[in-house]
């Protein structure tokens, strides 16, 4: 089942990169498009918010479909305002086209988790199918922003829209061959999907993920500011610090995956305090060099890699339904908005200090860490079986 779940990897690949074109050509498209580099920006943040209110309303949409199906619509679907976006050459059509493809990633990203947890050959390997999906998140993170980068010095802005629309198309046409079906859930999965939902349990989950994704990200975002002007790096150093703490996330996230289904709560206790104590050291020794590479690798190995252990927890409470699974990715896209913008008001009133934000995203770690310890923990039954329908999965009551 392994080669599935690379396919669907490939599919988090393309969401993510396709998330970080637009930071990586900014200059260039404010000067074809005439605004300025401000509204560009706005690109970004309405991708996000596509990506958070739109997904689940995609994911209800196609409830009654098979995974396959609903995940294959969504990717094809994708491609076209992907690459309508250089043909429209109009500042608002383009924004217009970014809001449909924050969406349409909001609903693969979810669907793509949901997958993960049906193709996982029994119930204590979810959070290592999941971990090898994620991984994608992490892929595309390391390689979306100088990809893009590069292919609009090499060419134009335009090019990177084109390049990805034709992967997911490509993505589509594989997974299309090569990705094994599944069964749709009944009408009565369906409905208790959406009874999930309405489970204190499940949204006090949904909080730690918000927490602790929202405290890696009010960090991660301030990195560069925090390298080059408080420690001092190089621009070149500082791209190679980015990158190390990219592929730490990469093995991080595998690491954690293995050990997500049985020690979930475990390692998520361990990695707050390790966000926790880096973010605090980053905060209060951002100008010794080997500490603060020290700590920004730390961060990578225990910020976002915390996904499979959020996600299992979640499956235990709510099951693997479309819309439990999206609304879970719409809380951690929440969490990456909130946490960001947090960082940027306290630095604003604080003063223009990267050190700000590691604070911000320290106590967001204290508060994930205290959040988790208050909840009481549900463990999955030992006979679960992954081809039934998600409210077969998990014992809500």
Known sequence: MKKHLYLLMLTMIIVVSSELQVPAMMSE???????????????????????????????YALRHRPPKQALLTVVAAYAVPEMLVPAVHEYWWVVL?????GCLAGAAVGLSIVYATRLAPSADKIGESVSIVLSGIMVGTVVGLPVSHFIAGRWNWQATFYILGAAALAVFVVSLLALAPRSAATADDSAQDVRNLRLPQLWSRYLVSFLTIGAAYAAFSYFTPLLEEGAGFGADTTTLILLAYGLCSLVGNLIVGKLADKHAVGVLRFGHALLFVSL????????????????VLVVGLAGVTMNPPLVTRVVEIGG??????????SVITLGITVGTAVSAFAISIFGNDPAVAMWTGSTFALLAAVTLALQKDRKRTGNTELGQPPAAKVRVS
């Not at 086209?97 to 493809?101: A, E, L, N, P, Y």
């Not at 980053?282 to 700590?295: F, N």
């Not at 693997?320 to 990715?329: D, M």
Request: net charge neutral; aromatic share 4%; glycine share 14%.
């Open 29 to 59: 498209m404010a000067h074809d498009l005439g605004v300025d580099t401000g509204k560009i920006g706005l690109l970004v943040s309405i991708f996000a918010l596509g990506m958070a209110l739109g997904g689940p309303v995609i994911a």
């Open 97 to 101: 086209m970014r809001i449909v493809t």
């Open 280 to 295: 605090g050291v980053l905060a209060l020794a951002g100008q010794i060099q080997p500490l603060v590479l020290i700590m």
């Open 320 to 329: 693997t339904g479309n819309l439990v699974s999206t609304f879970h990715t």
